[in-house]
């Protein structure tokens, strides 16, 4: 299956009225959401209020199960899609604490993002890796076996790169990450999701999760949301939720969200 593109006036991700389920306890209720085309939103939330469930979900793991609603992405119905079909489609994840895989090395997921798979790890694979000051070395290393919290979000990144998809999802990039590299993700996130471009040429889009929201020192998405109890309860201009939840928290945030404090 080829990666679509987005027909002109179609939203990239389009979700209406999910309701997600994990191990039969209901955690994403009617929730809605819709990123245009070279579009970034950052969704704020409190731990446990589902924000890796609707990464998940978006992402077709078995897991999570959808009882209501759909998802479309490029204008197709993914909603019943397996996870590979939506990475053929242009999907891309930084997970937030993705699995340790005994027995395959790095470089060999690196490779397979490529599309190479079988193949050793070369020159193109040890350049790529470069970027995010990954040696040969780590390379060699089983997948996120003993990584430290900075080294699993720069292996993910590094998958990133070599998948380039057309729509990317990061869940907490920020968390874990010491100050040296913190600038070096933020750079190659905005690398990734084309935010280099000119407005009009932008064709890639983002959803950022972030607790901290330290990562948005370094990126400027186009609109913020702040999820509460599986839901959207608010959504406003980055810099503005940002600033009411670092300074009333998130609850404060929606009540002054609501009252047009972060209208656009
Ligand atoms: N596999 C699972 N089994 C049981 N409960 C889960 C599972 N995954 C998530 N949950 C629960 O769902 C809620 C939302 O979790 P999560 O989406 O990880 O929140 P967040 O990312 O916003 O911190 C939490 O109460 C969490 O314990
Ligand atoms: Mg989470």
């Known amino acids: 299956m080829e990666a679509l593109t987005t027909p002109i006036g179609c939203k990239m991700l389009e979700i209406k009225d999910l309701t997600v389920e994990v191990e039969g306890k209901e955690i994403i209720s009617d929730f809605n959401l819709c990123i245009e085309r070279g579009e970034v939103h950052v969704l704020f939330g409190p731990n446990g209020c589902g924000k890796t469930t609707l990464l998940m979900t978006i992402l077709g793991i078995p897991a999570y199960k959808v009882k209501k609603g759909d998802i479309t992405f490029n204008g197709v119905d993914i909603t019943d899609f397996p996870t590979n079909e939506r990475v053929k489609l242009g999907m891309g994840m930084s997970f937030q604490h993705p699995p340790e895989i005994r027995g395959v090395k790095l470089g060999d997921m690196v490779n397979i993002a490529l599309g190479r798979k079988g193949e050793k790890i070369d020159e193109s694979v040890i350049e790529l890796a ?12 089983d997948v996120n076996l003993g990584f430290s919290g900075g080294e699993v979000k720069r292996s993910e990144i590094l998958q990133l790169l070599a998948q380039a998809p057309s729509f990317l999802m990061f869940d907490e990039p920020d968390s874990g990450v010491d100050v040296e590299n913190i600038e070096l993700i933020g750079d190659l996130m905005n690398e990734l999701m084309g935010r280099d471009e000119i407005l009009s040429k932008r064709e890639r889009s983002g959803l950022i999760i972030t607790h901290s929201g330290f990562i ?7 609109r913020a949301h702040v999820m509460l109890n599986g839901r959207i309860a608010c959504s406003g201009i980055p810099e503005e939720v940002a600033k009411h939840i670092m300074k009333e928290g998130f609850e404060r945030c929606v009540k002054l969200c609501g009252a047009k404090v972060c209208a656009e």
């Open 130 to 141: 470069k970027k995010l000051n990954i040696s040969v070395d780590f390379l060699n290393r």
């Open 216 to 222: 948005l020192n370094y990126i400027k998405p186009d």
